[in-house]
């Protein structure tokens, strides 16, 4: 059978932390391509071997630079480059100061790993 491409495309991608490094992701672009040449998308069943689990905010990390994408703890949204909110709490919030001031965009929970906490 003829596929897209001739490859197999990783709809898990939206759920692994390697996500920004996936050169098979199934995304939305591909799907409209495919459709548009009416080629069938051939897709993993399951999560392939390079899969990894997204991280969680406020886990025990060793200290070092947090890295996003993050999942966070508190209401489970996948904090991106693009989405995260960058303002400052206050002048007097420790977290900002000490640990940068990006937090949740959904809820506003602060998105460090938590390896220098």
Known sequence: MNCF???TYCGFYIDCYESVNCSRPLTPEIIALAEK???PICQFSEK???????LKTGEDYP????YLPLECSKCGTIITEENVNNEQCSTDCELC????CGKCPNCGEHW???GCL
Do not use: S, T, V
């Open 48 to 54: 392939p071997e390079c899969f990894k689990g997204m």
């Open 63 to 66: 200290c070092g630079p947090c």
């Open 112 to 114: 460090h790993c938590g």
């Open 37 to 39: 040449k009416g080629l």
């Open 97 to 100: 100061d000490y640990a940068a």
């Open 5 to 7: 491409k001739d490859r």
